[in-house]
């Protein structure tokens, strides 16, 4: 069964988190290798919600070393 990983992202300024999403478009590929989705949702000027699809617990938990 896959297993979604979901988290909330707020920053004070709206520069911050478009320089956060290009770091994560660019590395996450290879920071989490075993993911089969990795997507961002902007949800407001500052905010976004990333969410981390992967194939099973294991591949999910050994994404957090």
Known sequence: MSVARINML???I???LSKRAELYEKDA???F???EILL???TGPTTA???SIYPD???AE???I
């Open 49 to 51: 919600m990333s969410v």
């Open 14 to 16: 709206q520069d911050d």
């Open 33 to 35: 290798p075993t993911a």
């Open 57 to 59: 617990q294991q591949s």
């Open 62 to 64: 050994e994404s957090l």
């Open 40 to 42: 961002t949702i902007k």
């Open 29 to 31: 590929p290879t920071l």
């Open 10 to 12: 707020e920053f004070e």
